[in-house]
């Protein structure tokens, strides 16, 4: 990404935390830019555009700049749905809240055996996860090779893990069954936490509205509300 679009992104930080984070994993293809609003196209596991849209006329100027080249849109708040399906209709949408860690909370680290992934875990940490459905093991070894990782170890054993999005958010966390509620999970999400901010760069999860058990941690450790966004597909 260019230095300068990089700089104007930063200007709203927890608006574009996503916007910034992907783009620092996959290549700007295309940029539209209207007044301090951006759609910026990238593709991870799909072709992506990421919306940095700060009011509904820069939306309306951007989205017939776009052209709608490419179906799938991230970062998307509520104000922008009535706009993207105007000629369109939603195939499928997932809407998440974003929490974010503010810079002035100190962020503790985890007594547990915590230690990176890599590569080599990624079968196992597949055949593990609750989100086959919605993921694959090459995107999973993808994830492991070009971001931060955490795992737990009990008696040699990995127990519990979290990886990162393609957006750099908090993700994929996982305990196995039989070792949830011994603290494991919050071991994971701290190891992450202290991880990022050894990089000097912002921790951000997105997390369904109904997970109340995932928004429970997220606040124990400091993280706070920000706003909701969604994914969403169109047709």
């Known amino acids: 990404m260019q230095v300068e679009l990089q700089e104007r992104l930063k200007n709203n930080p927890l608006q574009n935390m996503p916007v910034l984070g992907f783009f620092e994993n996959y290549a700007l293809e295309k940029s539209f830019t209207y007044n301090q ?15 940095a849209v700060n009011n509904k006329k820069d939306f309306e100027v951007l989205l017939e700049k776009f052209n ?4 799938y849109f991230a970062n998307v708040e509520e104000w922008m749905l009535t706009q993207l399906t105007a000629m369109h209709r939603i195939e499928w949408k997932l809407t998440t809240d974003r929490y974010y860690l503010p810079d002035d909370v100190e962020a503790e680290a985890t007594e547990k055996d915590c230690r990176p992934l890599n590569g080599s875990h990624t079968s196992y940490i597949y055949q593990h996860s609750p989100y086959k459905d919605f993921t694959s093991e090459s995107y999973l070894k993808e994830r492991l090779q070009k971001d931060i990782s955490a795992g737990v170890w ?17 993700g994929f966390l996982n305990v196995l069954p039989e070792y949830r509620g011994q603290g494991v999970g919050e071991a994971v999400f701290r190891c992450l936490i202290t991880t990022r901010r050894a990089e000097k ?24 509300y920000d706003r909701t966004v969604s994914w969403v597909k169109l047709v």
């Open 37 to 51: 609003s951006f759609i910026l196209i990238g593709t991870s596991d799909y072709k992506w555009a990421y919306m």
């Open 68 to 71: 709608f080249e490419t179906l």
């Open 201 to 224: 760069k912002p921790v951000f999860v997105n997390v369904e509205p109904h997970n109340r058990q995932s928004i429970n941690l997220l606040e124990k450790v400091g993280l706070i």
């Open 154 to 170: 009990i008696n040699d054993e990995l127990v519990g893990w979290g990886l990162t999005h393609d957006d750099s958010s908090l």
